[in-house]
């Protein structure tokens, strides 16, 4: 079990940037896999990036790949670097672990059981 908490939402002019932190109440590195995925009313939960639990590989949605970038300390943290955001990148944006983790499964909401509370991201023109 392990409980997640992002932070770093918040409302920002079209082109700009900003940074999510997801920070775990345990170790994670090298133990689970990350991601990120965000969601808009009315629509499913759409992935933005996942990441291995070495942190080795990579993955991305494709309405963010160039844009955003995910990362990880050895510890407890992970991130979400995202930049020229665009009104389309408004959501809530969730953090979400899952033990070990495959090519396929970080890129499967439903293969995720443990989940943050959402941290807002609004994009204004």
């Known amino acids: 079990q392990v409980t997640l908490v992002e932070s770093g939402g918040d409302s920002v002019q079209a082109g700009g940037s900003l940074r999510l932190s997801c920070s775990a109440s345990k170790n994670i590195f090298r133990i689970y896999s990350m991601a990120w995925f965000r969601q808009v009313p009315g629509k499913e939960r759409e992935l933005v990036a996942a990441?291995?639990?070495?942190?080795?590989?990579k993955d991305y949605g494709d309405a963010v790949k160039g844009r955003f970038t995910i990362s990880r300390d050895e510890s407890t943290n992970m991130y979400l670097q995202m930049n020229s955001l665009n009104p389309e990148d408004s959501a809530m944006y969730y953090c979400?672990?899952?033990?070990?983790?495959?090519?396929?499964?970080?890129?499967?909401?439903?293969?995720?059981?443990?989940w943050g509370q959402g941290t807002q991201v609004t994009v204004f023109a």
């Open positions: 990441i291995s639990f070495t942190g080795k590989y």
């Open positions: 979400a672990a899952q033990v070990g983790g495959t090519s396929e499964s970080r890129l499967d909401s439903a293969k995720y059981p443990f």
